[in-house]
């Protein structure tokens, strides 16, 4: 397997110019009028235990290949796994796609084709204690962090065995047990989440002593979040504060209908890293080994406590925004090109090229996926639909102020209260 070099980015030294005269500074001058003294850290490194200029993935996986007797960048155990999650992932959202023209689910339903090896080369790496913070797009990175089938594919059909207990449908996954802190329906809405997280494992360890606790956030979020403000202000603060996350962009081209170059003035987001202090990282999304080897040391860097990490994968989506979205607007070429380049077709040959696995092997996990979704969707239809008075739970701190009625009853199990004629 070939592998083209991701782009590394550091800050500049601090007194380093552009023209290449050194730049000077007071450093005992106080900071518009603070009494504190300005401090200035020396630029950070992605492998800081080794005083050596960071090299590319590429060159990082050449270097081990060379120390290895069989150059391989997985075992057949790592290959099959990732193999499962990624046909887990692409077979669940093509039964999601099956139920939705059914009728078994409302609303927006963004799909993750094309995308599973962004999911898998991240989450597969992370510890049960490990926060994901998602997106609209959220099924697939639930799954891959280990929130059963049923739950989620219950949660699709609005039903109380779902993950959110069917309230929050397609955008609001969430798993208190596996840490999946939420799908956020608004762009870069998660993100402040993230940086909360992070910042909650940081205090954890340094404040309160909890010495085990080196637990990583990843925040996942697209192209055209990253125009917008929350995105750069939690960058700067994660960066100040050398919080534990890990910030993964699924660049996928498209911002809904409009094309990733037409809507910033700089379309290489990894650059936007060391803008903040922070490593930038370039990757290919459409192939999980690079995407792997790329995650492997960003996560192990905010786990050392070395700070966060930005990186661009760049990916595609092979389904429309949405099941609402014709998919018109994308050139038909375009589409064709990345098709071509499926993320599970790449896996699957680089495995059998390698004797990591042959047809019937992947063949008996896709089959064993087929039954796995098969008894989803079977568990979902046949479940509850959440009760009405849970309506209004988890919505003020006291629901005797709206929800509960002087009778002591749920106002909206009266049946005036869906028809908009209860006096409230």
Known sequence: MSLSAPKFAHPLPLHHRSNGSPM??????????????LRFIAPI??????????????DAVK???????????????????????????RFFEDMCAQMYYRGKMFGFVHLYNGQEAVSTGFIKLLKKEDSVVSTYRDH?????????A?????????????????????????????N??????????????????AFS????????KEADCDHVTLAFFGDGTCNNGQFYECLNMAALWKLPIVFVVENNLWAIGMSHLRSTSDPQIWKKGPAFGMPGVHVDGMDVLKVREVAKEAIERARRGEGPTLVECETYRFRGHSLADPDELRDPAEKAHYADRDPISALKKYMFENKLANEQELKAIEKKIDEVLEDAVE????????????????????PKGFGIGPDGKYRCEDPKFTEGTAHV
């Open 24 to 37: 000077s500074f007071n450093t005992s001058t106080p900071f518009l009028g603070s009494t504190q003294k």
């Open 45 to 58: 490194k992605l492998n800081a235990r080794s005083n050596s200029t960071v090299v590319s993935v590429s």
């Open 63 to 89: 270097n081990k290949n060379l120390k290895s007797a069989t150059n391989l960048l997985i075992t057949k155990e790592e290959g099959l796994l990732l193999y499962e999650d990624m046909i887990l992932g």
């Open 140 to 148: 697939v990175h639930s799954l891959s962090k280990g929130v059963p």
């Open 150 to 178: 049923r739950a989620v594919m219950s949660e699709l059909f609005g039903k109380a065995t779902g993950c959110s207990r069917g309230q929050g449908g397609s955008m609001h996954m969430f798993s208190k047990e596996h």
């Open 180 to 197: 999946v802190i939420g799908g956020f329906a608004f762009i870069a809405e998660g993100i402040p989440i993230a940086t909360g997280a």
């Open 201 to 208: 494992s940081k205090y954890r360890r340094e404040v309160l």
């Open 379 to 398: 568990f979902a239809d046949e479940s509850p639909l959440p009760q009405r008075s849970q309506l209004l739970e988890n919505v003020f701190a006291d």
